[in-house]
């Protein structure tokens, strides 16, 4: 089958095996598969990660390796999946939790112990497997773990409707949370460099504003960094109220000092967010309350793999999508 794999660089490999799946999975052909910037930085050497990239994707179950007449009828079901499973001990607490996520011998799909997505085929656990609803396409069903790791924000906090929320930073990550957390009736406003970007998001009733419009003072309740980068950090601690929140989505990687002072001067609570559920984010997509196709800057066929990856760079691009 094709495969896009990362092993000391980047390939596209014709002839990679075929998946089969172990005692309880599901074989899923890929449909439409989405680029993340994890992928990208698994190019660059993050995770330590080789074998086949990928995390966000919609597929159809073909079989279950399974005798369970509950996991066979999942197969012919157009599907999406958790990226992370665990090890299923019930005595221990994250998979008893079916929190997955936090498993210290989970697999992740596509950056840890398990081939991802952007191949014909690939294999999942039934049990991280969720069924794409009906009226969703599949490209509002691709996105459907980005928009769950933004759900993932209620998940850990209770928003209050008179707080006032700020998410800095336009990019995937920015745009998602905020049109998430605006779908849940939160008082938010979206902040980035890119009017282009913002106006996707005021498009659906999303307050926006420049940065250079922004005037940086500590009168938000909560604020969301979603810049991935040292300065985003600080920006967001000078814009965080005494006693509010900061919560942390995108990872920042920095050897730049940083000045924490002011965390602990303004009793700021920092949270750090990751992965979500899918439940809350197929709800939203089948109710309608957010629309992707406005973040699809290009969909490529697996044979141009390259030049997917080389679009996924521009900043000018927001999601790239690979067709199978």
């Not at 998602?176 to 939160?186: E, G, I, K, P, Q």
């Not at 965390?263 to 967010?273: A, H």
């Amino acid at each position: 089958m094709k495969a896009i794999v990362f092993d000391n660089g980047l390939k596209l490999d014709n002839n990679y095996p075929k998946p089969e799946p172990q005692k309880g999975e599901a074989l899923i052909r890929v449909t439409l598969a989405g680029i993340c910037n994890t992928d990208y930085e698994i190019t660059k050497g993050y995770m330590g990660y080789s074998g086949v990239l990928g995390h966000e994707f919609v597929g159809i179950v073909e079989d279950v390796n399974s005798e369970d007449t509950k996991d066979r009828e999942w197969i012919g079901k157009r599907v999406v999946a958790e990226i992370s499973y665990g090890c299923n001990d019930p005595n221990r607490e994250w998979c008893a939790k079916k929190n997955y996520r936090h498993c210290p011998n989970r697999h992740t799909l596509g950056i840890w112990k398990k081939d991802g997505c952007f191949a014909e085929y690939m294999t999942m656990p039934v049990n991280v497997l969720f069924e794409v609803p009906k009226n969703v396409s599949d490209r509002q069903a691709v996105f459907t773990e980005p928009l769950a790791a933004a759900c993932e924000i209620t998940e850990q906090l209770h928003i209050e409707p008179t707080q006032k929320v700020l998410v800095l930073g336009d990019g995937k990550l920015g745009l998602t949370t905020a049109l998430t957390l605006h779908s849940v009736n939160c008082d938010v406003t979206l902040v980035g460099k890119h009017r282009n970007k913002l106006d996707i998001a005021s498009a659906q009733g999303v307050k926006t504003k420049l940065l250079e419009e922004l005037e940086v003072n500590p009168v938000y309740d909560v604020v969301v960094e979603a810049t991935g980068t040292a300065g985003g950090f600080e920006t967001s601690m000078s814009l965080t109220k005494p006693r509010g929140v900061l919560v942390l989505k995108s990872t920042v990687a920095t050897g730049k000092e940083l000045n924490l002072a002011p965390i602990v001067i303004n009793e700021i609570t920092v949270l750090g967010s990751r992965c979500g559920q899918f439940t809350p984010a197929l709800r939203l997509l089948e109710n309608n309350r957010i629309d992707f196709t406005p973040f699809i800057s290009g969909i490529y066929s697996i044979d141009k793999a390259y030049e997917a990856f080389e679009a996924n760079k521009s900043k000018d691009s927001i999601k790239i999508l690979i067709e199978f």
